[in-house]
């Protein structure tokens, strides 16, 4: 009774674990493959590879569409989050803590960005630039603001969604504890809502971030000469030749994006958060 | 400290009535509880008296002061809330240095008063721990220091207790109540443990459906409840309704004859009969006006209650477990057994109104 007791769940459990290494496997297996092309030494990809080489990644650090691509992406990913994460935020607030009609309306506007594929997303950008630019008689296509301005709806629905968490799961007896000990309403929001929240909106950075940093289909038509962001330089050089220059210029992009969750991951716990 | 007076306080949210027509005072230096069910009102009471809501009419005041239309921030009142609201990005010394802060103490003078603070609840060795390091218990005390280092108008305790297992529940509540009386704290406190409104109140303020029932001190509330809802709230009860039959005796709806004192309950309107079960007195045998079998026995260490059908009514009886060989203690279910019990101890009162 007590063994077979014992038995039935370290069954399940080994089923459980083969079932996990599975999933990580299939989640790992793309990107392990573009990390270790990257250091096959032929043009063409094959196994086993004839040797292991560096040569890839000098080949992608002088290029020079690579490593401007790359300052332009993490400029615009910042810029984007620095936009997109306050406006987010401040939504979020609105929606949780606001009193007002329409409140469901907004939240599911500010989210439908999520569901509008990117391409469609663009070219709609792409044409409501151009009618801008006829109507303020400035260019905003192919600038960085125009930019920003896209890459922030990437960051906005991640933010109204990450904080509005954080917001739903803040005890609000907090900020009457506050309130009682003598704190006004905006001391209390300084220095207890806002500090409180601080996880959501670090996690929400971190996703706008990423999101900008790999967006392609977005910027496709709105970048412009000398803002090419690293995803279409990438897709770009992809037109003409396939080597693992791309899987070299791929795997700094991925130790970018790892480092980063892990910082962020050590100010927050961001299993807890997300 | 100050007094506090609530006149005529009522809170309507939407069509319901939370809170309807209260009255209430507290002297200085009392512990006066809400005790009621969920719903009551008892926990939209003290929010109004914080400063938390608005009342929808009626007046709130401190001393001769009216505090109706004063902020919570303004009326310093220092209140330990149910979850502790500790804030969790501050260590315990920030915690409770916060309300000095708040008053613009200069830092000197806030340590100095953080650490008689810390002192009082004997948490001083913990200063620097966030409150996620910190126990239950000690997340509670944080939260007691916090309230009380302000030097508070009145304390606010909002069922400080329900998170905390039983044992640690009435050490705290024994430390609290002498906190209380120590510093002399105006206290209102919200619970609907009436074991913790028993044991730690002056006075008891008994509510249901946003209405003061009864409000008088534990023994009275125990020992002579106005009617049926509090003779149940505040401790365990034989409740049988029917009415007055004569000098001498209640008749119960199922026709049972009663013996009660009538000259001790002159109640107008006495459609109950309420008695505690640890009153009635049981002997085997049936040698008395009042015997029926047992249904069932119930073993509770110190004491023992037996459960004794009576034609169709049911009674329940709490007596000290019996040694071995007293007759009692092999009395067993469906053994014949008889009750007594002083004629004054009934009380006969108001079903629910």
Request: glycine share 8%.
């Amino acid at each position: 009774m007590l063994v077979g007791l014992m038995e039935r769940p370290s069954l399940g459990r080994g089923l459980m674990r083969a079932l996990i290494a599975l999933a990580y496997l299939i989640i790992f297996a793309p990107v392990s493959m573009v990390v270790v092309t990257s250091f096959f030494s032929q043009e063409i990809i094959s196994f086993p590879p004839p040797a292991l080489t560096w040569h890839w990644y000098a080949n992608a650090w002088n290029k020079p569409e690579f490593l401007h691509g790359m300052t332009t992406s993490l400029q615009v990913a910042a810029l984007a989050a620095a936009v997109g994460v306050p406006i987010g935020t401040a939504a979020a607030l609105a929606i949780v803590r606001g009193n007002f009609v329409g409140r469901g309306a907004i939240s599911s506007l500010l989210l439908a960005p999520l569901a509008v594929p990117g391409v469609v997303a663009g070219s709609g950008l792409y044409m409501l630039y151009v009618l801008a630019e006829n109507f303020f008689d400035r260019d905003i296509k192919a600038t960085t603001e125009g930019l920003v301005a896209a890459h922030a709806l990437l960051a906005i629905p991640w933010t109204v969604r990450l904080v509005v968490a954080s917001l739903q799961g803040l005890d609000r007896s907090a900020e009457e504890a506050a309130a009682n000990l003598g704190a006004g309403p905006l001391t209390v929001f300084r220095r207890i809502t806002l500090p409180m929240m601080r996880p959501g909106i670090v996690a929400a950075a971190m996703f706008s971030f990423i999101q900008s940093f790999e967006n392609l289909d977005i910027s496709l038509l709105l970048v412009g000469p000398g803002r090419i962001t690293l995803p279409v330089a990438m897709l770009n050089y992809l037109e003409f030749r396939i080597d693992p220059t791309l899987s070299a210029v791929a795997t700094a992009q991925i130790l970018l994006v790892g480092a980063l969750m892990v910082l962020t991951d050590r100010f927050v716990n961001l299993s807890r958060v997300v | 400290m100050a007094s506090l007076s609530v006149e005529k306080l009522t809170k309507r949210f939407g069509a319901s009535l939370a809170v309807d027509d209260l009255e209430l005072a507290v002297r200085e230096g009392e512990l006066v509880a809400l005790l009621g069910p969920s719903g009551c009102g008892k926990t939209t009471t003290l929010r109004m008296v914080a400063g938390f809501l608005p009342p929808t009419s009626g007046r709130v005041l401190f001393d001769d002061e009216d505090v109706t239309r004063l902020p919570a921030h303004k009326r310093s009142t220092g209140m330990v809330f149910q979850s502790y609201a500790l804030f969790p990005h501050m260590t315990a010394a920030q915690n409770v240095g916060f309300g000095l802060e708040m008053r613009g103490l200069r830092a000197a003078e806030r340590s100095t008063r953080i650490e008689e603070a810390l002192k009082l609840v004997r948490l001083s060795h913990l200063a620097d721990r966030l409150p996620r390091e910190l126990s239950g218990g000690q997340q509670q005390r944080v939260a007691l220091a916090r309230a009380l280092v302000i030097n508070p108008k009145l304390f606010l305790l909002d069922e400080p207790l329900s998170n905390l297992d039983a044992k640690l529940r009435a050490e705290v509540r024994l430390e609290i109540r002498a906190l209380q009386q120590r510093l002399g704290l105006t206290t209102l406190l919200v619970t609907h443990d009436r074991e913790e409104a028993l044991t730690m109140a002056d006075r008891l303020v008994v509510m249901d459906a946003g209405r003061v029932r009864q409000i008088g001190s534990p023994r009275e509330l125990y020992d002579e409840p106005q009617d049926a809802f509090v003779a149940d709230f505040v401790g365990r009860c034989n409740i049988l309704s029917g009415r007055r039959e004569n000098e001498t005796h209640f008749r119960t709806d199922n026709g049972l004859l009663l013996p009660v004192d009538t000259a001790e309950n002159e109640s107008r309107n006495a459609t109950a009969f309420a008695l505690r079960p640890e009153r009635i007195a049981i002997s085997a045998g049936a040698g008395d006006e009042i015997h029926g079998p047992v249904q069932a026995v119930t073993y509770l260490g110190p004491q023992t209650e037996y459960h004794v059908r009576i034609g169709k009514d049911s009674l329940v009886v709490l007596r000290p477990t019996p040694t071995a060989n007293e007759p009692l203690s092999s009395v067993k279910p469906e053994d014949i057994v008889s009750l007594q019990w002083d004629h004054r101890a009934p009380r006969l009162v108001p079903k629910v109104s």
